[in-house]
Each structure stands twice: as structure tokens, then as C-alpha cells.
């Protein structure tokens, strides 16, 4: 029986790569996959509207975006070299807060700008975010004009 990985979802797509029989290195998955060729953007949310309405967003500027439904999904995709610039991130997941994985994600991929975005908005939540080391948060429910201003913020 072969052993599969799940790394998250790009768009409609969902990957499994058979590491067991050595069809692909680890490593190099990302970078000989044409569609993490382009800088790309990990969207973090448990809601699937949530991740196609910022890949829709999103692709108005030509940017890529790879989805993960839980912080187990983000963390292979962090962990096998996706060349990820901004990374979306929900603060209430299935496996854990967002804001408990700030950290980890800035260790990992200390370029990201981390971007929270959660239906709790509160001030509590926002210093929290801040001080785990968050570029910018965003309360749902967001616009495209918003998503797109902090976009360019962050780049500029």
C-alpha cells in the first residue's frame, strides 16, 4: 500500500506526492512544479468561501495562491519550500489558533509578511497578533479594496 503526503490545496487542486517510492525529492517538489514557479500566497482558513474569494482576489493582480484548510496543511507546504511570500492566515482552525503559529511560521519563513484575518475582531485579539509578530490584521467580514490595499502596503 503506498504511503501518501496532502499538501494543501492550490485552487482545485489537491497534491499527493508517493515519497516512499522516491517519484519526487522532498526538497524539490515545490520548485519543479510549475505552479509554485511564480511567487505565491498560502492562504490559511478552515472556510472554504473564505480561501476562493481571496484566490479570486488575488488573481486580479496575476498573484498565485496555495490554500490549507487546517495548520497541519500550511506546515507541510511551509516545510517543503513553497516560495511563499504573504501568507493569509484565520486565527480559529480545526488544529489549533493562527496566532499560536505566528512564530513558527516567521521561523520558517522569516521574509513572509503574515497577514491575520478573523471574524473575531476585537482589540484583545489584535494586540495579540502584533505582538506574536503579525504584519497586519483584517477582520471578516473584509472588501477586495481592502485585501488589495494591504497587499501593495506590505509590498511597497
Not at 505552479?35 to 472554504?48: A, G
Not at 516545510?79 to 482552525?93: C, K, R
Request: hydrophobic share 40%; net charge neutral; proline share 3%.
Amino acid at each position: 500500500m503506498k504511503k501518501t503526503k496532502r499538501f494543501g490545496s492550490i485552487i482545485d487542486l489537491n497534491l499527493s506526492v508517493d515519497f516512499d517510492n522516491h517519484i519526487v525529492n522532498r526538497a524539490s517538489f515545490f520548485r519543479m512544479n510549475p505552479i509554485f514557479q511564480k511567487t505565491s500566497i498560502l492562504i490559511i482558513d478552515d472556510e472554504t468561501d473564505i480561501c476562493y474569494l481571496l484566490s479570486n482576489i488575488l488573481k486580479q493582480k496575476n498573484i498565485r495562491t496555495v490554500l490549507a484548510s487546517s495548520l497541519a496543511e500550511a506546515d507541510n507546504i511551509i516545510e517543503h519550500g513553497a516560495e511563499l511570500s504573504f501568507i493569509f492566515l484565520d486565527n480559529h482552525l480545526p488544529d489549533g489558533l493562527g496566532v499560536n503559529y505566528i512564530k513558527h511560521i516567521k521561523e520558517k519563513c522569516p521574509w513572509c509578511k503574515v497577514i491575520m484575518i478573523t471574524a473575531h475582531d476585537n482589540q484583545a485579539e489584535r494586540e495579540m497578533a502584533s505582538r506574536e509578530g503579525a504584519d497586519h490584521f483584517i477582520g471578516k467580514p473584509f472588501s477586495r479594496e481592502l485585501i488589495l490595499k494591504v497587499i501593495d502596503k506590505l509590498i511597497a
